[in-house]
């Protein structure tokens, strides 16, 4: 919990570096966490929408054991994931309404977190699948992992790198 920052001056109002009460404060993050919630939301409902149709193809029925299993991992990361992207929602409806909004946002982020590794796992995976199943080649785990380093770098060094390079203290 962040210190007791009151602004003497205007009883109820906290200093953050913006002049919002505690209430004001958690609407806002809430509405930033449902802003991402909706990028990502869509993007892993439709990977497991696809995913879920490609067992019923011809083709599934002539893969291999291996990459069945690999699509059964990747079929059921792309579950979890889309379970916590929808989760903060649910979250939410239920506690509505109970004066529980600056925990329904630790919450919502933490599944929000939670879900954006599984979506990193999900997309790894199904990325893997594809090319095994397309090439039979041996770069494929390179080129997977070239692509993994890229997410990674994309969705969490380049955050934290920000974050440790122009976060103050003040």
Known sequence: MTPDRSDPKQPGRLLHGRDETEEERADRRWNEVMQEVR????????LLGFLL????TPHFQGLAQTDKTIYIVTVV???LATGALIGPV??????????????AV??????????????LA???SALFLVLRVVT?????????AGVLAWYLGCWFALPLWARARYTSDE
């Open 39 to 46: 990028v990502a939301q869509t993007g892993v409902q439709i």
């Open 53 to 56: 149709t490609v067992a019923f």
């Open 77 to 79: 990361l792309g579950s």
């Open 90 to 103: 649910a979250f939410h409806r239920i506690v509505s309404g109970r004066r529980l909004k600056q925990r």
């Open 106 to 119: 630790v919450w919502a982020s933490r599944l929000v977190f939670t879900g954006l590794l599984l979506l």
């Open 122 to 124: 999900t997309l790894t």
């Open 136 to 144: 039979h080649d041996a770069y494929v785990p390179w080129l997977v």
